[in-house]
């Protein structure tokens, strides 16, 4: 493995980062197809390509090193074990029937590794698949896809998350293709030769935007429509075995949240939380400890002390985010108040070291209120990029970071009008 490989926070200094480019497989998603691609509209797909470009740049002034998962899913095809698994992973639908499967199969293995892995993000439409026969192919609509395009890819938070040396590759719903896409890449690439596994595509569902590293040794996993709480129990095994002394449990529904916790609850510094200000101090978390071979679940506390307990403060600075123009307050009823109020993620942000965040530049109040309470904001074009439901946390899954700060006691923390205290 690399030495730059490992992350124990969401805010030590941002070395090493995965990023996937959105590419041809954005385009494809059109209004029949967009429901089982889960994106909530149509996107611009050459606007989307700009912005995650200028988001890269940004990351590249920062002296952070951007890796792209097409570049390396490509390097590690060169490796017959892995276009055997990878070729495995797309035959595997159900969909195709024995006959259209083994000519897939074949159309697979006669491709070069940059054409293979095209196609296995890009997906494989009916008419660019000529050599197609029999039952199934012919019952296909002509622009029905073969192989299914993946354009959630660019949420490469979503699907692997490193705690520690090791890495989880995750199951959220849904998305198993692109997981194992992923998989093939930490497990054949040589920068990743014998890095350690903690989660597989395969088990129970798990998002990576619902884990954070609120600290060195504490992890928050969030329980919603995207983790199970078998997902959650099998990763929080895995973590005490990493080192990681604790684990703050935040459940999603018992605040009736259906996003991930990325989207409620992200890190600015240590011991600084930015957080939806409809949630913040009414989100519950129960604490989960090691008890022999068992795991001990306590009582439910807010989360905002459950966490500052485990991080070994007295309490957390919390930053509110702000919902916009023409916005509903927390209080106001309507599409933008309460637990709908996340979408606009202006709190998904990525950290690239203490005190200093990436942010979409139309997040104006968000960003204000940051940088009245003493953080750098890197403003970067999101407006394509937030309309497909991801902010920069979202789009990029870090690999490597600087050792991480405990955070001071709130009492030492300094303090600004705009922000609250838990």
């Known amino acids: 493995m690399s030495e730059f490989c490992?992350?124990?926070?969401?805010?030590?200094?941002?070395?090493?980062?995965?990023l996937h480019r959105p590419g041809a497989e954005l385009r494809r998603v059109t209004p029949q197809h967009r429901c089982g691609m889960l994106l909530p509209n149509v996107p611009w797909a050459e606007r989307a390509q700009a912005e995650h470009d200028a988001f890269a740049d940004a990351l590249r002034r920062a002296d952070v090193t951007v890796l792209y998962l097409t570049e390396l899913l490509q390097d590690a095809l060169e490796y017959a074990p892995a276009r055997k698994q990878a070729i495995g992973t797309v035959t595997r639908d159900k969909r195709l029937g024995e006959e259209l499967r083994a000519q897939v199969r074949d159309h697979l293995l006669s491709l070069r590794p940059e054409e293979l892995a095209q196609v296995m993000i890009m997906g494989l439409a009916r008419d660019e698949f000529p050599g197609g026969r029999g039952a199934v192919f012919g019952l296909l609509g002509a622009w029905d896809y073969v192989i299914d395009p993946l354009p959630n890819l660019v949420f490469a938070r979503d699907t692997s998350v490193w705690i520690g040396d090791s890495v989880a590759v995750t199951s959220p719903p849904g998305r198993r293709q692109e997981a194992e896409l992923v998989e093939i890449v930490f497990a054949y690439h040589p920068m990743f030769a014998g890095t350690k596994r903690l989660y597989d595509p395969g088990q129970e569902?798990?998002?990576?935007?619902?884990?954070?590293?609120?600290?060195?040794?504490?992890?928050?996993?969030?329980?919603?429509?995207?983790?199970?709480?078998?997902?959650?129990?099998?990763?929080?095994?895995?973590?005490?075995?990493?080192?990681?002394?604790?684990?703050?449990?935040?459940?999603?529904?018992?605040?009736?949240?259906?996003?991930?916790?990325?989207?409620?609850?992200?890190?600015?510094?240590?011991?600084?939380?930015?957080?939806?200000?409809?949630?913040?101090?009414?989100?519950?978390?129960?604490?989960?400890?090691?008890?022999?071979?068992?795991?001990?679940?306590?009582?439910?506390?807010?989360?905002?002390?459950?966490?500052?307990?485990?991080?070994?403060?007295?309490?957390?600075r919390v930053i509110e985010t702000g919902l916009g123009p023409g916005r509903a307050g927390p209080s106001q009823q309507g599409s933008i108040g309460?637990?709908?109020?996340?979408?606009?993620?202006?709190?998904?942000?990525?950290?690239?070291?203490p005190h200093t965040v990436v942010s979409y530049e139309r997040n104006t109040l968000t960003n204000a209120r940051l940088e009245a309470a003493g953080i750098d904001v890197i403003r970067v074009p999101g407006g394509e990029l937030a309309g497909c439901r991801g902010g920069p946390r979202a789009i990029c899954c870090p690999v490597g970071r600087e050792p991480g700060a405990m955070p001071e006691p709130a009492g030492e923390c300094p303090t600004d009008s705009g922000d609250q205290a838990a």
Not at 6 to 18: F, H, K, M, P
Not at 338 to 353: C, S
Request: aromatic letters at 4%.
């Open 205 to 316: 569902l798990l998002a990576g935007g619902d884990i954070l590293l609120l600290a060195p040794g504490v992890v928050a996993i969030g329980i919603g429509a995207q983790t199970s709480s078998a997902g959650m129990e099998r990763l929080a095994r895995k973590v005490f075995d990493t080192g990681f002394a604790h684990t703050v449990l935040v459940v999603l529904t018992d605040s009736g949240v259906m996003e991930c916790l990325d989207t409620l609850c992200t890190l600015a510094g240590p011991g600084t939380v930015v957080m939806r200000p409809s949630v913040a101090y009414s989100l519950v978390a129960r604490t989960i400890t090691q008890r022999g071979e068992g795991l001990r679940l306590s009582h439910p506390r807010p989360f905002l002390e459950a966490a500052a307990d485990a991080m070994g403060v007295s309490k957390l």
């Open 338 to 353: 309460g637990p709908a109020a996340q979408w606009d993620d202006a709190g998904n942000l990525l950290a690239l070291g």
């Open 6 to 18: 490992g992350v124990d926070s969401e805010v030590g200094r941002l070395r090493t980062v995965l």
